[in-house]
């Protein structure tokens, strides 16, 4: 079953943008987050010992990342690159893709729309996740999180924008499958239309709390209204 709301919305957009870490592949289900998260602390506690306590104070990799740009350039970097190869790492034993993400991924690239993933993770360790699951050829283009501009990552608009403007489509036209708060934060900036996806439970509230045009549950949702969108 998909909802006619989802439909009428597909029917609208001209590209679909694809969240990576949830709606295509639990990137850390082989690699805990709170371990990686763990390992980078240790990290910046080595190289900005003032951020050490901060950082030992969160289980999401994501956070110390962030983090780790009060300390300077040459930190952040340190940070970034290691996060980048524990992603890499990460994806590598991940799994399969989450259920009905290969069917969206494909649909969406057989009704004839734009395709691309938009992710917070590494180009690489999306790169190399889709290679190995042979869905390299379901999307156009791959835009990863921003080498050393933290500030640019979602919610930010910036790499929505970036993904329209490699697409060829305005923002407008454009809409984006996201599981986080931040998508579809990072939609409404952009002025593009959302799809939350709710993995979890409690999701469906705070997804449609800021603004997620409509919920889904299952990928699978998404590939069959794709199909008769």
Known sequence: MHSDALTALLAECDAVLFDFDGPICDVFRGVPAP?????????LAEIAPALGDAARATEDPMVVHQLSRQ?????????????????????SVAGVPTSGATEALKAARESGRQVAVVSNNSAECVHAYLSSQG?????????????????????SPHLLFEAASLLGVAARRAVLIGDSVTDIEASGA???????????????????????????????EVARALTGA
């Open 135 to 155: 869905l390299s050829d379901s999307v156009e283009a791959v835009i990863g999180r921003p080498i050393l501009r933290p500030d640019r990552m979602k919610p």
């Open 35 to 43: 371990d990686v998260a763990k390992d980078l602390a240790a990290l």
């Open 71 to 91: 300390g300077g350039e040459d930190v952040l970097s340190a940070v970034e690159t290691a996060l980048t190869a524990a992603e890499v790492r990460a994806v």
């Open 190 to 220: 952009a002025g593009a239309m959302s799809v939350g996806y709710a993995n979890k439970p409690g999701k469906q509230e705070a997804l449609r709390s800021v603004g997620a045009d409509v919920v889904v549950l299952d990928m699978g």
